[in-house]
């Protein structure tokens, strides 16, 4: 569930400082990247126990999983440029340590407002930490076959961390506590600033400034925005509550454009949409994210509340999904080469699409096997295929200078997109309420119609792929979409769950 950021391909970096410790610090990134992967699956699998402890409202559950991703969405950009001002090193061991502290503070929460807090400020802490990961890794090793493998490393890191990640989240739920899962990154976040302290060395310093207006504009837009959605749910749209939050949203945001449109450096450059493959694979992306949010955050609820799953064995049942998505990512090369990257992007959605509306049909007698398992496992198929050829669609023919940027916003897309996409599916299933049925018939009557709004949303999103990335056109010829592009900065939640 989360792409990194971009990083400036140009960065230099000084030697460490005491000596050379690539493996040390090989070994830093990829458990600092786990850390972020395991944690949003953990919470996925711990979600019912979380609601029960807490006394969260199904609306208000949504913001566990909706204030970390708007915080780490938002602010991805803005990490990504604090890296190349401030020192890579720097912002890690800063993105670290707000992690970990807020970890603490939502192990330690006693109310909804306390836990959502905390998973905001460690939003901010992932949105620091992921682009200094991915770009310590980049400059630590030398372009070229040491590199690749380095990567490859680190792209395993995303499918394993995530299956991990809903098994873990389901065993520490069960045997011990939700809890258990924030607890643990402490001591592992402090031996990682150990670690960072003694064998990373500082990158050097960019000259520039950070367009820290932007960054703010932005991400009060579409944390008002939301807001104003999920409110819909409770109050109602003729609310004030609702519709005001909404429309400064929708201010906050065209603000935000004007401004990029003037600023001398800004986080978003505005040339990055004169392309329509580009423009198109950013609006599939969002809506692409915004569909597939619903299987994990709504499913687990089902599994639990409706066929009676314990949360290790829910943590299990998501695993057709997971394994097959890794498996399914690996064949994106050799599928590309043969067929090119635009037909194996369509018939990932495609699939992704047909897996969605299977899931849609589920109901109170539904059998694992037959109705959750084998649908799930053509979803994560669809998901494996889509999300890289998504990726280069979304960077191609951009100019050197903006290679950072393209690569922050298809992070940022990703990330927004299963925010806006789980507000929307936060009013469906309450609209979807049927007070006269069972409690386990109307929660599955309620996941069943949010999944088939997915399925909806995943069809949007192959429409946009159709009308705007698949045709061939001379952008794309040019920018060499046909074939695999080798682009390090963007290896990121291809397999993990958004």
């Known amino acids: 569930m989360h792409k ?16 050379d410790h690539r493996h040390a610090v090989l070994a ?88 959502i807090a905390a998973r905001a400020v460690q939003g901010v802490g992932s949105a620091i930490l992921a682009p200094a990961t991915l770009a310590l890794l980049s400059v630590t090793f030398a372009e070229g076959e040491e590199r690749n493998r380095a990567l490859g490393w680190y792209g395993a890191t995303a499918g394993v961390g995530a299956s991990i990640g809903m098994v873990l989240g389901g065993v520490l739920a069960d045997l011990l506590s939700w809890r258990a899962g924030f607890f643990i990154n402490v001591p592992i976040g402090l031996l990682l600033l150990w670690g960072t302290w003694r064998f990373v060395g500082e990158t050097r310093r960019q000259a520039g400034g950070l367009d820290l207006a932007g960054a703010i504009l932005s991400t009060l837009g579409m944390v008002s925005l939301v807001y104003g959605l999920v409110e819909s749910a409770e109050s109602g749209w003729q609310s004030a509550l609702s519709t005001s939050p909404i429309a400064l949203g929708i201010g906050l945001l065209a603000t935000f454009f004007r401004h990029e449109a003037r600023v001398t450096q800004p986080l978003l450059p505005l040339r990055l949409f004169d392309s329509r493959v580009r423009s198109g694979a950013y609006v599939a992306r969002l809506l692409f994210l915004a569909g597939v949010i619903g299987f994990w955050f709504y499913l687990t609820q089902y599994l639990q509340g409706v066929l009676g799953m314990r949360p290790l064995q829910a943590g299990m049942a998501f695993l057709p999904a997971t394994v097959v998505q890794l498996l399914a990512a690996l064949t994106v090369s050799p599928l590309s080469r043969r067929w090119g990257h635009e037909r194996v992007l369509a018939a990932g959605i495609a699939l992704a699409v047909i897996g ?38 979304g960077v191609s023919g951009v100019a050197p200078q903006d290679a950072g940027a393209a690569s922050g916003l298809v992070n940022a897309s990703h990330q927004l997109g299963g925010s806006i996409g789980l507000a929307l599916l936060v009013v469906v299933y309450a609209a979807s309420a049927r007070p006269s049925d069972s409690s386990t018939a109307d929660l599955a009557h309620r996941v069943a119609t949010c999944l088939g709004v997915s399925a909806g949303l995943l069809g949007i999103a192959l429409v946009v792929v159709l009308a705007c990335v698949v045709p061939p056109t001379a952008t794309t010829r040019r920018a060499g979409t046909d074939r695999p592009l080798k682009l390090p900065e963007l290896e990121r939640d291809e397999h993990a769950p958004p």
């Open 356 to 393: 969605m509306a299977w899931l849609a049909q589920i109901g109170p007698q539904t059998q694992y096997l037959a109705g959750v398992a084998l649908p799930m496992a053509v979803l994560g198929v669809g998901q494996g295929l889509a999300l890289s050829p998504l990726t280069i669609a």
């Open 4 to 19: 990194v950021q971009g990083m400036n391909p140009q960065i230099h970096t000084t030697a460490p400082a005491h000596g």
């Open 28 to 115: 830093l990134v990829l458990v600092s990247y786990l850390m972020i992967v395991l944690d949003i699956s953990i919470v996925i699998t711990g979600l019912p126990r979380i609601r029960d402890s807490l006394g969260f409202s199904p609306a208000a559950l949504s913001w566990v999983h909706t204030a970390y991703t708007l915080a780490f969405g938002g602010l991805l950009m803005a990490g990504a440029r604090a890296g190349d001002l401030f020192g890579r090193r720097r912002m890690l061991m800063l993105g670290m340590s707000l992690f970990m502290l807020a970890s603490l503070a939502i192990g330690l929460a006693v109310s909804p407002a306390m836990l």
